[in-house]
C-alpha cells in the first residue's frame, strides 16, 4: 500500500523552501531573519524530558506495532480479503503515518536544547498533520457507510461493495484528504510573522502560528476557520445519520442473538469514532481562547497520538475475526 502524494509534497515543499528565510520583525525599525520556530514541546526539567522520551518512544513503538500487526494480519489472512477489513487496514496505515507525523520530531525535541523547528519543517509538518486528520475522517466516514450497507441492504451487499467501489473509496479517501487543506497551509506560509519565534506546543498548531503573525489578516482566519471544520462536521453527520440508520435495522431484527452480532460488529467502530470526534470537538469546537496552552497540548496529544494506539487494541479485542487473524500473526 503505497499511499504517499508525491506532487502535494513537492509543491508545499516548494512553497515553503522559497520563504525558508523569514522575517521576524520586533519593531517597524529592526528586523531579524531567522529560519524556522522554537517548539517549547512539555517544558519541565531534563530527567523529566527524558522520561517523556522514553514514555512516548514505547508509546509510539506500540502504536507502530499495533497498526502494523493489523495492516499484516488482513494481508496474510485470505478470510479478512473482504471490504470491511480492507478498509481497517488502510485506516491502520493511516494511523501509522498520523503519529509519525508528530512523535519523532517530538522526541527529538526531548533531547534537543533548542527545540528548533525549521520553516518548511514546521509548515510541512502542519500539512500533513492536518491532511492526515482529515483523510483519517474520511475512512470513519466510509467505515460507517460499510456497515449501513452491511446490515441494512444484506442481500445487495455483495454487488454494491464490490472491490472496484471500495478500491475506488480508498483513494478517494486519500486524494481528498491531502487535497483539502492545500489552500489554507500555502496561505497561511505566505504570511509575515512579528515578535517572538516561540510557538507553545510540541507541533506546529494552526492557532499559535496565526498569533505570532505581524498583522491580523480576518480573511485568512476565516477561511481556515471555516475550511477546517467543515469536512469534520459534514463527515460527522453523514456517520451519526449512518449509525441512526443501522439502529433503526438492528432493532427491527428479531432475535437478541442477532441483535448482539449487528451491535458487535459496530461497537468497535463507534469506540474509535467517539474517541477521535470527542477530542477534537472539544479542542476546535469551542472558541480558541478559551484553551490556555496546557489544554491545549493535552487534548492534542489524545486524539494525534493516544487514539491511535488504543485503536488496534479496540477492534482486536471487539472482533473475532480480528482477534484470531492477531493472535495467528503473532503466533499466540
Not at 210 to 232: G, I, N, R
Request: with cysteine; hydrophobic share 50%; charged share 10%.
Amino acid at each position: 500500500m503505497h499511499f504517499l502524494f508525491q506532487d502535494d509534497f513537492t509543491l508545499i515543499a516548494g512553497a515553503f523552501t522559497a520563504h525558508r528565510h523569514m522575517k521576524i520583525f520586533n519593531t517597524p525599525s529592526n528586523s531579524t531573519t531567522i529560519s524556522g520556530f522554537l517548539l517549547l514541546g512539555f517544558p519541565c526539567p531534563r530527567e523529566g524530558q527524558i522520561l517523556l522520551f522514553v514514555l512516548f518512544s514505547a508509546v509510539y513503538l506500540l502504536t507502530l506495532m499495533g497498526n502494523g500487526s493489523i495492516i499484516c494480519a488482513v494481508r496474510w489472512d485470505q478470510r479478512l480479503h473482504t471490504p470491511m477489513y480492507i478498509l481497517l487496514a488502510n485506516f491502520s496505515f493511516q494511523e501509522i503515518w498520523y503519529v509519525t507525523s508528530t512523535v519523532p520530531n517530538m522526541l527529538a525535541n526531548f533531547l534537543s536544547d533548542n527545540k528548533f523547528i525549521s520553516f518548511a519543517g514546521c509548515f510541512l509538518q502542519f500539512y500533513f498533520f492536518f491532511s492526515l486528520g482529515c483523510t483519517e475522517s474520511f475512512f470513519l466516514a466510509v467505515m460507517a457507510f460499510d456497515r449501513y450497507l452491511a446490515i441494512c441492504r444484506p442481500l445487495h451487499y455483495p454487488t454494491i461493495m464490490t472491490r472496484r467501489l471500495c478500491t475506488n473509496l480508498v483513494i478517494n479517501c486519500w486524494v481528498l484528504g491531502f487535497l483539502w487543506f492545500l489552500i489554507p497551509i500555502i496561505i497561511i506560509s505566505q504570511m509575515t510573522f512579528c515578535g517572538s519565534r516561540i510557538i507553545d506546543h510540541f507541533l506546529c498548531d494552526p492557532g499559535p502560528l496565526l498569533a505570532l503573525t505581524c498583522k491580523k489578516s480576518p480573511v485568512t482566519e476565516l477561511v481556515f476557520a471555516t475550511l477546517s471544520p467543515v469536512p469534520v462536521m459534514i463527515l460527522f453527520l453523514f456517520i451519526m445519520g449512518s449509525y441512526v440508520l443501522v439502529l433503526k435495522a438492528v432493532l427491527k431484527v428479531p432475535s437478541a442473538a442477532g441483535r448482539r452480532k449487528a451491535f458487535s460488529t459496530c461497537g468497535s467502530h463507534l469506540a474509535v469514532v467517539s474517541l477521535f470526534y470527542g477530542s477534537v470537538f472539544v479542542m476546535y469546537a469551542s472558541p480558541a481562547s478559551e484553551h490556555k496552552a496546557g489544554m491545549q497540548k493535552i487534548v492534542t496529544l489524545f486524539y494525534s497520538v493516544v487514539t491511535p494506539l488504543l485503536n488496534p487494541m479496540i477492534y482486536s479485542l471487539r472482533n473475532k475475526d480480528m482477534k484470531k487473524a492477531m493472535q495467528k500473526f503473532l503466533g499466540i
